[in-house]
């Protein structure tokens, strides 16, 4: 609640189109906000759908999201990865690869940019 309120108090402070977004709990919050924050879009990065070790799913929480929405998840994120989501192959949570997948962090950040700047794109 309290991140919700300082996130709402900070997105009133700006005007035109808004895209909120955020990683992971960032993700939630702006989930959460779009609607009462007047924004155009959502962005949700490393989404933590399930807490490792627990039944409680947050999918609702992306479910109400009825505008534009852009979910990038790591293909082993422990925390799940929602449906429809850009499944960065290799990842966890943090978007961290491991040596052995072949993959650099240069790698994954090339992809995170890429996917989320063409996805931009088709906003406007």
Do not use: I, M, Y
């Not at 609702?60 to 429809?84: C, I, K, S, T």
């Not at 052995?100 to 794109?121: F, I, N, P």
């Amino acid at each position: 609640r309290r991140l919700d309120e300082a996130w709402t108090a900070v997105c009133a402070t700006l005007d035109g189109p808004l895209v909120v977004g955020g990683r992971s709990a960032g993700a939630r919050v702006a989930c959460r906000t779009a609607a009462a924050v007047g924004a155009t879009a959502v962005l949700a990065l490393a989404f933590p759908l399930r807490p490792p070790g627990s039944d409680k799913d947050r999918g609702n929480e992306l479910a109400r999201v009825a505008l534009p929405r852009l979910v990038v998840q790591g293909e082993r994120d422990a925390f799940g990865v929602p449906p429809q989501a850009h499944v960065v192959r290799a990842a966890d949570h943090a978007f961290t690869v491991r040596r052995k997948d072949g993959r650099t962090a240069q790698d994954v950040h090339e992809e995170l940019r890429d996917v989320v700047r063409a996805w931009l794109q088709t906003l406007t």
